[in-house]
C-alpha cells in the first residue's frame, strides 16, 4: 500500500471530485450544441372563408387551409 498523507488524499479526492464535474459539464454542454435545431420559417395564414388562422412552414406562396380546403395568401404582419 502506498503511503499518503491524510492532507494529501482529501485535496486528491477534491481534485478527482472537481474533475469528475467539469467532465460533466463539458459532455453536457457537446450534447447540447449538438441537440440545438434552427427553426425553419414559417407563414402565418388566415382563411377568408372560415377565418381559421394557421401556421405553414414551407415557402409557398398559397397554403391550403386545414379545416375547409380553401386556398389562402400569407398574411403581413
Do not use: W
Not at 372563408?49 to 386545414?66: F, T, V
Amino acid at each position: 500500500m502506498i503511503p499518503v498523507e491524510a492532507g494529501t488524499a482529501v485535496v486528491l479526492y477534491l481534485l478527482s471530485f472537481l474533475a469528475v464535474i467539469a467532465a460533466a459539464g463539458l459532455y453536457n454542454g457537446i450534447r447540447r450544441r449538438a441537440m440545438r435545431v434552427e427553426p425553419k420559417p414559417t407563414h402565418i395564414f388566415r382563411c377568408a372563408r372560415c377565418g381559421h388562422p394557421y401556421l405553414d412552414a414551407e415557402e409557398l406562396e398559397h397554403a391550403r387551409c386545414p379545416r375547409c380546403g380553401m386556398e389562402n395568401e400569407p398574411q403581413r404582419i
